[in-house]
């Protein structure tokens, strides 16, 4: 029977990728372990070999082609005996269960599932409101968060020349996740700099650099591994302009992906907003689009203060509008109206937005006008925004992945009751992650984070439809 | 104590074809005003830190204070080695060192007593102080995290390709810290002009050194990352000027870290409520009576006839003026204003 050779996931998040050309021919021969194709992903280019011996009967994908999607049958191999005819008779069923990929929140976008999702449009349409910190008739381009946060930190190091990148495989490797790509070409491996993994070593290391006067940009390979460096972060980088009277502070930035990913379990996925956030003399930044991720990571750099920026592996690849200016900075500390509403107030940030903006699509369907905040900050936090919004609707849900004990949700929901609970029509619920570690099987690991479901309703619970 | 000064690795020795491997170097002889300086410098530190010991008795200092003497040579001999522009950064026994570097008595002292006049308003206390117009950065309360911090002012120092080292303080104690060693990988791999000073005074706290490390020779430390290291008499004030000059020449040439181990005692408690159990009264006697750096000093300028007891005792009165006018300020001295509770979070 012959056997469909399928498109491979390449790393945790992976959904789709490029074939960009073929090592074998359709006749040619191939045993296990031949390298067959090249794959490339939005991170990197791969090889995939042959794990069976065979003819290449026909390649169904040819090279150049774009965003072919993980599980895709990209070509056939022949056995002994068979030819090209057999294909289609009874070929093993391309349609895997996907056992390499978790539908993840992006992936499971509601509507229009056959639309051909070009490098992904982030959610459901939606008219995103304008910033106001955008001037109106700007031009836009369509970036990838990953793109953005690049672009900011070439733009600021070009600026600034006490402005360095360190962490593990920003130079050489291009980046674990490739957000300092082409970096170490630019700059010159002065400025960009490989660390041993060493978290606790180089985040001190950063924070003695940034003392001195320099600007570190710290890259976390994940904040799950800066556990290593918190003494550093919090007794060092945050204290020390309180603790000398404000003689000497530390201006440097800690980045790198944060909370789940997706199938990396426990260890590996964890939201630290809530726990950062809970720190005097940090600030807390966590964007969710590519636009809010260059404004915020340019004001980040250049912020005299150490700023925390929270980003996350799922966005990375995803697509928003970028305004085309020459330097395109964006206040720390203020929230954004994503979309205008009326009768309820979802905020969020980082992604948590994709859960508020799919709940949006599917309540507008159903009659309810939902105003959504993207929190942007968490530290210092807009909570000014926070009080005139549910002043406006009186009702809100707060959407994090985070774990619900002391979330970020929590301390917003004791404000609203402090400075708005005349306003409340309902009491505030908060979505977050299930209170257990991430549990790695696909099935387990999805009920362990918030879903849009959840927050749907919530949205009726606080309007009061059933 | 027994000053054993001798190359520091076998590796170094190997590797060291261009830049020959660091050795102690034999103390030099002071002249007349080094060794006034010295005595002087030393001397302040000592009867600074015996009115801070007062002042804690009697209430005006709270929390933890960690009183520098017996070390005092340590500091002071480095000092002399060092040029403008050079860093130190050290951990909670940290009175001396600022004092060493010329930051003000009335500054530190009223810093003790928490009031608006201390160097960091009165926020920081005994163990966080720091002065960016003298170069120190701090006065750090996390056993070890120093040691990363003042890697990274090597850093910047190679960064900014000045001619600076960072003279990076740390004790017996931290030197069994992990980011010790995360520090001392990355300052060997880059190449960072940094001197890891290691105030071996034989106790961390309560815990001896035969207790709590496996290698006791702290020179070796380096070992494992090339980096060169040797022991110094901490107690000879000339001893550690010398290895502190080699140490800077070293770093200055582009050789990397080089590591001291400063052989030196503390004749007080870990704190002001260390009741010091660990050890007897006749080893804290011996050493104060055979080693203390400041009478060595004494014994020679005397010897020397370079300064009479009465010259001695002039500057005896000196230092205790400057002591008492600063114990007196750190009284008086109003407590912060309430406002800069909230004052100095972030910029």
């Not at chain 1, 006067?213 to 591994?225: A, C, D, Q, R, Y």
């Not at chain 1, 996925?269 to 950062?276: E, G, H, I, P």
């Not at chain 1, 404000?415 to 549990?439: E, N, W, Y």
């Not at chain 2, 990397?256 to 052989?263: A, K, R, T, Y």
Request: proline content about 5%; some cysteine; charged content about 25%.
């Amino acid at each position: 029977m012959p056997i469909e050779i399928l498109m491979p996931a390449l790393s945790p998040t992976m959904e789709e990728g490029n074939v960009s050309k073929w090592l074998k021919h359709e006749g040619d021969k191939v045993v296990a372990g031949d390298v067959i194709a090249e794959i490339e992903t939005d991170k990197a280019t791969m090889e995939v070999e042959a794990v069976d011996e065979g003819t290449l009967g026909k390649i169904l994908i040819p090279a150049g082609t774009e965003g072919v999607k993980v599980n895709t049958a990209i070509a056939v191999l022949l056995g002994d005996g068979e030819s090209a005819d057999d294909i289609g008779k009874g070929a093993a069923p391309a349609k895997a269960e996907a056992p390499a990929e978790a539908p993840k929140a992006p992936a499971e976008a509601p509507k229009a599932p056959e639309e051909k999702p070009a490098p992904v449009a982030a959610a459901p349409k939606i008219e995103i409101a304008a910033d106001p910190d955008i001037p109106a008739g700007t031009e836009m381009v369509s970036t990838t968060v990953r793109e953005a946060l690049r672009d900011a930190m070439a733009e600021e190091m070009r600026r600034d020349p006490d402005v360095f990148i360190m962490g593990e495989e920003v130079a050489e490797y291009q980046g674990a996740y490739k957000i300092t790509q082409g970096l170490l070409q630019e700059f010159g491996e002065r400025r960009v700099v490989d660390t041993p993994i060493t978290e606790h070593g180089f985040a001190g290391v950063g924070v003695g650099a940034a003392m001195a006067g320099l600007k570190p940009i710290v890259e976390f390979m994940t904040f799950n591994f800066a556990m290593q460096a918190m003494d550093q972060i919090i007794n060092s980088a945050a204290k020390t302009l309180y603790m000398s009277g404000g003689q000497m502070g530390a201006p440097i930035v800690f980045r790198g992906p944060n909370g789940a990913a997706a199938r990396v379990a426990a260890q590996h996925s964890q939201d630290y907003a809530a726990w950062y956030s809970h720190i005097p003399g940090l600030k807390v930044v966590m964007p969710y689009t590519a636009a809010d991720a260059k404004g915020l990571l340019k004001a980040a750099i250049r912020d005299p203060n150490p700023v925390i920026f929270l980003e996350n592996e799922i966005l990375y690849g995803q697509s928003f509008d970028v305004p085309k200016l020459d330097d395109f900075v964006l206040p720390i500390g203020k929230a954004r109206i994503h979309k205008e509403g009326r009768d309820v107030t979802i905020i969020s940030w980082g992604i948590g937005m994709t859960y508020a903006v799919k709940a949006e699509a599917e309540l507008r369907g159903l009659g309810i006008d939902v105003e959504i905040i993207d929190l942007r900050t968490i530290r210092p936090m807009d909570l000014d925004a926070v009080i005139a919004s549910v002043k406006k609707t009186n009702r809100l849900v707060v959407v994090e992945e985070g774990f619900p004990q002391s979330s970020v949700g929590d301390f917003i929901a004791n404000q609203v009751s402090q400075r708005a609970f005349d306003h409340l029509d309902a009491p505030v619920i908060t979505i977050a992650g299930k209170d257990v570690p991430m549990p790695y099987a696909a099935n387990l690991e999805k009920l362990a984070l918030p879903n849009v479901g959840e927050v749907v309703a919530a949205v009726k619970a606080v309007t009061y439809r059933s | 104590m027994a000053v054993a000064a001798r190359k520091a690795s076998a590796k170094s020795k190997a590797d060291a074809k261009s830049s020959s491997a660091p050795v102690a170097p034999k103390p030099a002889e002071f002249s007349k005003e080094q060794e006034l300086s010295a005595y002087r410098g030393m001397l302040l530190i000592r009867r600074f830190e015996e009115k801070a010991g007062q002042l804690y008795g009697m209430g005006f200092i709270g929390g933890f204070c960690h009183l520098y003497i017996g070390q005092e040579a340590v500091v002071t001999g480095l000092k002399m080695a060092m040029i403008d522009g050079d860093q130190m950064i050290t951990a909670y026994r940290d009175h001396g060192h600022m004092l060493a570097m010329e930051l003000s008595p009335r500054g530190v002292m009223a810093e003790l007593t928490g009031r608006r006049g201390g160097l960091s308003k009165g926020k920081g206390g005994s163990m966080h102080m720091f002065s960016k117009e003298k170069h120190f950065y701090g006065g750090h309360g996390i056993v070890g995290a120093q040691v990363s911090l003042g890697t990274g002012l090597a850093f910047a120092n190679r960064y900014r390709g000045n001619n600076n080292v960072s003279v990076t303080y740390f004790g017996d104690g931290a030197a069994n810290q992990g980011q010790v060693y995360e520090s001392f990988n990355m300052a060997s791999l880059w190449k960072l002009p940094v001197i890891y000073v290691i105030e071996n005074n034989r106790y961390a706290m309560g815990t001896s050194v035969a207790r709590s490390s496996a290698e006791t020779d702290f020179s070796h430390r380096g070992l494992s990352f090339r980096i060169p290291g040797i022991q110094v008499n901490g107690m000879d004030v000339r001893a550690v000027k010398s290895a502190g000059e080699m140490a800077t020449e070293w770093c200055r040439a582009g050789n990397g870290p080089i590591i001291l181990e400063m052989q030196t005692y503390r004749y007080r408690g870990h704190s002001m409520s260390d009741p010091a159990k660990y050890r007897s009264k006749e080893e804290v006697q011996k050493m104060r009576a055979e080693q203390d750096p400041i009478e060595q000093v004494k014994a020679r300028l005397i010897d020397k006839k370079w300064a009479s007891e009465d010259e001695l005792k002039a500057i005896d009165k000196e230092v205790r003026d400057i002591v008492a006018d600063a114990a007196e300020f750190a009284q008086t001295d109003p407590e912060p204003d309430v406002s800069e509770l909230w004052t100095d979070i972030v910029l």
